[in-house]
Nanobody, 126 residues
Framework: QVQLVESGGGLVQTGGSLRLSCAAS????????MGWFRQAPGKEREFVAH????????YYADSVKGRFTISRDNAKNTVYLQMRRLKPEDTAVYYC???????????????????WGQGTQVTVSS
């Protein structure tokens, strides 16, 4: 089992940057691919980014491609989401999540993830 705790959210102006972190418990973190999702008020949770267990494969939603970067440090049991050129439409609660251990394909649907953090709020002011 994996427990996930996000941090790094906050209020930022349009065009600014934030880096989210997701700390994972357990000694098997390196076995898990990881993902970031977000949910804005009144909207469904949407996929943001995915990274493979080794960190060698990444995949992004079109809405964030070129602005966001997902990375991980398996020695620190942490996955990151570097967000640049933020827009008001990026405002949401951001969640990190883990799918079934050993998942090797890119997974973008929320129902493919079994462990979730509590979320961190990102607000981008115009």
């Amino acid at each position: 089992q994996v427990q996930l705790v996000e941090s790094g959210g906050g209020l930022v102006q349009t065009g600014g940057s934030l880096r989210l972190s997701c700390a994972a418990s357990g000694r098997t973190f390196r076995s898990y691919a990881m993902g970031w999702f977000r949910q804005a008020p009144g909207k469904e949770r949407e996929f943001v980014a995915h990274i493979s267990a080794s960190g060698g494969v990444t995949y992004y939603a079109d809405s964030v491609k070129g602005r966001f970067t997902i990375s991980r440090d398996n020695a620190k049991n942490t996955v990151y989401l570097q967000m640049r050129r933020l827009k008001p439409e990026d405002t949401a609660v951001y969640y990190c999540a883990a799918p079934t251990p050993g998942t090797i394909v890119v997974v973008t649907r929320s129902n493919q993830y079994i462990y979730w953090g509590q979320g961190t709020q990102v607000t981008v002011s115009s």
